[in-house]
């Protein structure tokens, strides 16, 4: 072995979580090594990292995809405690994010645009194969490397706690919103799903001057859709007189429910030029006649996240109109209870796990 080899060999992190090693998707504890940092690399302290239902998809392989042993986590704050000889967006001390994806080619049209997301060879943050062949390894664990270019800086005045998920929930709605032009004042905006991804869309639209109406399953979240969110009006998506009053009176759509659902009814509630834009990822076909998208000119599209700059851009907004998702803060080894939670649909919004105060708690 090259003295060069040995050498960043002897430099890789030693790092400490949880991680998933079947299908059974429990989390234990993890000893793990990160890459040396690189000249184009950050390292950082993970002081929080956000609960994503993708999070239990992943640790069971319910999309097929996961590399065991496994440490989720894709919605990550934490403290930069070393920069490579290249890094120009990040001094020690900073306070850093990262989402969903850690790598891309950095040469194709899409990472050229900036939106590196949908890079056909994009790395997620965890359960993929990095550039140098190690499998990546996400955010339930004390430290990270990554590179600078799939950071970006928290604005000191952010909450770091409510301030993770928006890596994750807050881009994923954040995103369309702009791609689709559904932010100027006065639009009018449904919203399906008040669960972690709508009820950050709402904030962020009542932020944008917009209208929103809730759109929701469960009658019991009208209450809180309306008087602590400040959405403007609520429909029962099963009220099938609610739905014809609603007829034609919004102009656009963020549907953020992964469950199976009927969409028809949703494109109906769509103006003329309409858009009703999908973020959640039902497994089954959608119901569309195309009727009545001829008629409308409506569309519907979809939206996986965003690139570095606008994931800044959303960050910045957020921190200007104190925009946090609301959550739920846990110690590391109350993940797997958190999990069955999650499962049955028991939090509001969002688990966040406060890494910093809890690792070293945790026993081996």
Known sequence: MSNMLVREENEKIGAYGLAARDTSGILSPFHFTRRANGDNDITLDILYSGICHSDLHMVKNEFGMSIYPMVPGHEIVGKVTKVGSGVTKFSVGDIAGVGGVVGSCGSCSDCNKGFYVYCPKMILTYSAQYHDGSITQGGYSDKLVVDQNFAVLIPKSLPLDGAAPLLCAGITVYSPLKYYGLTQPGLHLGVVGLGGLGHVAVKFAKAFDMRVTVISTSPIKKKEALEKLGADSFLV????????????????????????????????????SGKLILVGAPTMPLDVLALPLLLGRKMIAGSAGGGREEMQEMMNFAATHNITADVEVIPMDYVNTAFERLKNNDVKYRFVIDVANSINCMSN
Do not use: E, P
């Open 237 to 272: 998506s099963q009220d099938q007189q609610q739905l014809q009053d609603a007829m034609g009176t919004m102009d656009g759509i963020i549907d953020t429910v992964s469950a199976n659902h009927s969409v028809q009814s949703l494109i109906g509630l769509l103006k003329t």
